[in-house]
């Protein structure tokens, strides 16, 4: 283990404790030898801890203000030390107040007010209850302190009115600081830090000293230098010592949840009662019965507070089960629970209607963008929603992108305001549109129960969305199709393609939407040549080695402009399949048999047909039987055996109803 060297300035102090400790020493071997000028050499060890005291503090720039006070306080006590060795030490008759007790009764307000500021920084992060705790421990320990200390020398003590005050200060003063402390072990949630801790013991000498010394006046037992100086000395040590430590960190968030923050005040409540209890069997001090009895209305206060904090937690906890935590509106429960009212006093002549919303496009918004654009767009979108149906309907937000209304209208305005509704949860800019897909349904015409309601909404919902996207995708596939038209004079061409690979899928038995994503696949096969220059295209002889290289990326840039539309996707990857052969020679990606999509092997025999029975410049048409002809011999190499089969048969099947 790495031991740290410490500080220059503690040495000051470790010679000022040894020192303390063989003076202490001699006085309990011999406490009649002359110890020359040792009342004064202490004066210097407590002017070392007060510049100690003050060097360390500044250390720490937050804290220069406390420590400059404790500094203070040691200084002060100092004063009164100097005038009190040098002229009352060997006085028969000690006045009282004197000087010295000015310079000592001065020491009390300036730890207390460096004590606040060392607590300044954690006032913050404390909670009421922890300082109501905290008063609670520091008036019981006060209580305890007066009747131990004050009960055993009021009796006894004597005097001027000012000089019973002032031997009163001390151990008085002590109580303030003790409460202070306990107060602040409090507010750091009970956990006594290693300097809190070295402070309290500083504390805890001067008040023992103090009470002490007040018990010896009354018995006229006190002798200036004995051994009972080690309390105050010592006392100041430990302050000049504490401002040398580090702070510890703030306490955690939890540490009000600890068992110690209950314990710990419940225990010095008790002792307040026990107490009171006492009280009414012994004599016990004014002064101690009205700070037990104020600890006691500090518990009261406490169990007020606690009450009230509470019935807080409960309220927000149902108030957080209820709402969307991001938008502020209400959530699944809440419209479960409102739906249910809504049902049991709704009638056929004034119904009320049920809405589901769900956003379109805000996957893609997500992922472009980021999910925390993403929240702000839903809290925007739910702001939006909300203030469009004010009070005429109430908003909910059921998780994810989708919304949900409760709609208190007349039947015949619940479309305007659905639609209104809509708009507002609609959003677009560049890069993005965001619109809103919905079901409704009216209660109770249509619904007698809230699953059933929204079981209803929620069908017609998607009914809507499947709709919104068909309609997209068909207008895209449209547009592609218009580009295609307008770039390749020979678009028929692509026609008659996709009504032979629809039959042919057909013949093969495929499930209708994989049909007609192969018509789709075949009208859009050759969208790529769009990429391709036109003097590969219209080259009036064949390809050499190079021009096939090119066109060969036909298939990859179609991909690419198929699957730029999300619906389109499935029938982009057929795309970039159709020249993939059997035997596993074509390309892009060298697939060969069951690994070729079963659309592309379809589009690629029937391409390959239509391409051998049309006119070109550089051969003649083949006739439909020589194509088929040709097909069955490239079986099992360039084509799937199975589709030529069923292209075979199906256009056999054709020329029968022609001849018929």
């Known amino acids: 283990m790495v031991l740290r060297r410490p500080p220059a300035a503690v040495w000051p102090l470790g010679v000022f404790a040894a020192w303390l400790v063989a003076h202490e020493v001699q006085v309990i071997v011999a406490p009649h030898a002359s110890v020359g000028p040792a009342r004064v050499i202490h004066i210097a060890g407590l002017v070392v801890a007060a510049v100690a005291c003050a060097i360390g503090g500044w250390r720490e720039p937050g804290e220069r203000a406390a420590w400059a006070c404790i500094a203070a306080a040691i200084g002060s006590w100092t004063l009164g030390e100097i005038y009190f060795a040098t002229v009352l030490w060997d006085a028969k008759d ?30 913050r992060s404390s909670t009421v209850t922890l300082w109501i705790d905290g008063l609670t421990a520091a008036l019981s320990l006060a209580a305890l302190s007066a009747a131990v200390v004050l009960q055993a020398v009021l009796g006894s003590i004597g005097g001027r009115r000012l000089a019973v005050a002032t031997n009163l200060a001390y151990p008085l003063g002590d109580l303030v600081l003790l409460g202070l402390l306990v107060a602040l072990v409090a507010i750091n949630g009970w956990r006594i830090e290693r300097r809190t801790a070295v402070l309290a013991a500083g504390v805890l000498s001067f008040w023992a000293a103090d009470s002490i010394f007040l018990v010896q006046q009354v018995q006229g037992t006190y002798v200036a230098g004995g051994w009972l100086d080690i309390g105050w000395w010592g006392g100041l040590l430990l302050l000049a010592i504490a401002a040398w430590m580090r702070p510890a960190a703030p306490a955690p968030a939890g540490a009000a949840q600890r068992t110690s923050a209950i314990v710990v005040p419940a225990a ?89 919303f769900d956003l379109d496009g805000f996957k893609h918004y997500n992922d472009t963008f980021g999910h925390p654009a993403g929240d702000a767009l839903l809290v925007r979108l739910a702001a939006a929603l909300r203030d469009t149906l004010a009070d005429r309907a109430t908003a909910y937000r059921m998780g994810g992108d989708e919304f949900c209304a409760l709609v208190r209208v007349e039947a015949a305005a619940v479309g305007d305001l659905v639609a209104s509704a809509a708009r507002a949860l609609s959003d677009h800019g560049d890069g993005f549109a965001i619109s809103a897909s919905f079901g409704s349904v009216l209660l109770p015409a249509e619904a007698g129960t809230a699953s059933e309601a929204l079981r209803i909404a929620d069908t017609r919902m998607y009914s809507h969305k499947r709709s919104g996207r068909i309609a997209i995708e068909r207008q895209t596939h449209d547009l592609l199709l218009t580009v295609l038209a307008e770039i390749s004079p020979k678009v028929e061409h692509v026609g008659d393609v996709a009504d032979l690979a629809v039959a042919v899928a057909r013949q093969l038995g495929m499930p209708a939407d994989a049909v007609a994503r192969v018509g789709d696949a075949a009208r859009l096969h050759d969208i790529g040549k769009l990429g391709i220059p036109d003097a590969i295209l ?26 730029a539309a999300p619906m389109l996707r499935p029938v982009a990857r057929l795309v970039r399949s159709t020249h993939e052969r059997y035997d596993g020679g074509g390309y892009p990606d060298g697939l060969a048999g069951e690994d070729i999509p079963l659309g592309a092997r379809i589009i690629a025999v029937c391409d390959a047909f239509h391409a051998m029975t049309a006119e070109r410049s550089y051969r003649e048409a083949r006739s439909a039987d020589e194509a088929v002809a040709e097909l069955e011999r490239c079986a099992g190499g360039q084509f799937d055996p199975a589709v030529v089969r069923a292209c075979a048969l199906t256009l056999e099947m054709r020329a029968r109803r022609l001849a018929a």
Not at 95 to 103: M, R, T
Not at 269 to 277: C, F, N, S, V
Not at 544 to 549: K, N, P, R
Request: aromatic content about 6%; charged content about 20%; some cysteine.
């Open 94 to 123: 000690v006045p009282v107040p004197s000087w010295a007790d000015a310079g000592y009764l001065g020491t009390y307000p300036l730890l207390f007010a460096g004590l606040i500021l060392l607590a300044r920084r954690r006032v």
């Open 268 to 356: 010095f409540a008790t002792a307040g009662i026990g107490l009171l209890i006492y009280a009414g069997f012994e004599d016990v001090t004014p002064v101690s019965i009205v700070l037990a009895g104020a600890a006691m209305l500090a518990v009261v206060g406490r169990l007020v507070v606690t009450f009230r904090q509470n019935v807080a937690v409960m309220r927000a906890s149902r108030r957080e089960a209820l709402t969307d935590a991001l938008t502020g509106l209400g959530n699944r429960r809440q419209l479960t629970l409102d739906l249910e009212v809504e049902l049991g006093r709704a009638t056929v002549a004034e119904p009320v209607c049920l809405v589901l």
């Open 538 to 563: 219209s080259k009036p002889g064949p390809l050499d080695d190079a021009e096939w290289e090119f066109m060969r990326r036909h298939t990859l840039i179609g991909e690419r402009i198929i699957g």
